[in-house]
């Protein structure tokens, strides 16, 4: 472990002896709830939005993953809080959400290019030439299983009832999460998922997209977990050419995709779930897929 990791991770844990700052407790639909902010001692230490119903618990759990930004200033700059009205909405159907902010973001911004794969900014994918689809999607995943470990030891969380969601590389993410079929985790649900979206920041240019649709078949092969797959028709990172060509790569090789092409929404359909305006439009269909897998 280098110097600076080690100085951050005893950091977080110091954080830890504090009390948790809850930002403020509501009722909202008959069910109340609690939003916090809570430093993960994970072996690589991160912040993370939390939210859940009040009282003592134990809840199912839900973790949301974001998604990546090649850029390291733009990470520097990432908001600590993101998906807050998604992330509410599964809270008030008496989920405990957990949002971590990846390594390398925000206040954890230590870009170290030859730490690579795990540095503290940990799923890149390196050269278009050549891109690593599968073991950044893995390496995230990894992070997932932290936090699963983590809140059950901290006995927060009801065994085998996790939820995870991911937008865009946090959706790649828990398809690889997919491919490992953990125990405790029930479901997984993907909002434009995919890597190597808009290269040069040119729309529907992706980094290399018969790797990344060879990939999703890689981890169709071994992944048995229930999915619900949700893009949109003016995603300009994932377009529904590319994400057809996934889902059916996914599914030929024995993965389980429901697979949902929604219509435009704004001017950018890769961003919607962090939308409170389009929660109206994907709860029913979250909540059909998720009352199926009770």
Request: hydrophobic share 50%.
């Amino acid at each position: 472990m280098g110097p600076l990791l080690a100085i951050l991770r005893r950091f977080m844990a110091a954080i830890l002896v504090l009390p948790v700052l809850a930002l403020h407790a509501h009722a909202e639909d008959e069910v109340r709830i609690q939003e916090e902010i809570w430093a993960l001692p994970l072996p690589l230490p991160m912040f993370a939005y939390l939210v859940r119903p009040v009282g003592e618990g134990p809840f199912p759990l839900v973790i949301m993953n974001h998604g990546v930004s090649l850029n390291p200033t733009d990470r520097s700059f990432f908001p600590l809080v993101e998906f807050r009205d998604a992330a509410k909405w599964f809270a008030k159907r008496g989920n405990l959400v957990v949002a971590p902010v990846g390594s390398g973001y925000g206040a954890t911004a230590i870009d170290i290019p030859d730490r690579a794969l795990y540095g503290p900014f940990f799923s890149k994918i390196g050269k278009c030439i050549n891109p690593n689809f599968l073991d950044a999607g893995l390496a995230v995943a990894q992070v997932d299983l932290w936090i699963i470990d983590y809140m059950a030891a901290e006995k927060r969380i009801i065994p085998n009832n996790v939820v995870v969601v991911g937008q865009s590389a946090g959706g790649w993410a828990a398809i690889a999460l997919s491919s490992m079929n953990p125990p405790p985790v029930k479901a997984i649900i993907t909002f434009a998922a995919g890597r190597g979206g808009r290269v040069g920041g040119k729309p529907n240019n992706n980094c290399a997209p018969d790797k990344l649709v060879e990939a999703t078949a890689d981890f169709g092969r071994t992944s048995r977990v229930p999915m619900l797959w949700i893009y949109l028709e003016n995603d300009t990172f994932f377009g529904p050419a590319l994400s057809r060509r996934m889902r059916d790569a996914f599914t030929a090789a024995g993965g389980k995709a429901e697979y949902h092409l929604m219509p435009p929404f704004g001017n950018e359909g890769h961003f919607f779930i962090g939308s409170p305006d389009a929660v109206p439009i994907w709860s029913p269909l979250v909540a059909k897929f998720l009352d199926a897998q009770k």
